[in-house]
């Protein structure tokens, strides 16, 4: 591989982590917004930044091969999805949380040594 794919690769990188940032900031910035005109604006940027990752991630999977693979594969989702341990788990119920005390038995005043009425 040429010395100058394994210089951009790093770079490409670094811009999708920016390009990553920049969309959790505008959504923050889009969900505290009050009209509609502003948050239809805001969700058009964020959709521009996300071609920015596509974008790179196009070029990085060019100049990764193995960075490639992984991306075709699913990295771990892949492996999961596929797998009988994520079928059984899905399939199990979490138990529902106990607790330690039931909510009647304080309250604030109690708490403060005042009678309960």
């Known amino acids: 591989m040429p010395a100058d794919e394994l210089n951009d690769q790093p770079l490409i990188r670094d811009l999708m982590s920016r390009e ?12 505290r917004s009050q009209s509609d005109s502003t ?4 969700k058009h940027v964020i959709d521009e930044e996300k071609k920015h990752i ?3 991630l196009t070029i990085l999977r060019q100049l990764d091969p193995e960075q490639a693979l992984i991306l075709d594969k699913g ?15 899905a399939a199990e119920k979490p138990e ?3 607790e330690i005390f039931p909510r ?3 309250t604030v ?3 403060k040594g005042h009678s309960q009425i």
């Open 109 to 111: 005043g109690s708490l």
């Open 104 to 106: 009647e038995s304080f």
């Open 39 to 42: 948050r239809a604006f805001f």
């Open 75 to 89: 990295g771990h989702v892949g492996l999961i999805k596929t797998s009988r341990i994520a079928a059984n788990v």
């Open 54 to 56: 596509s974008e790179a």
């Open 96 to 98: 529902p949380k106990k």
């Open 20 to 31: 990553l940032e920049t969309i959790n900031t505008y959504t923050n910035l889009m969900l």
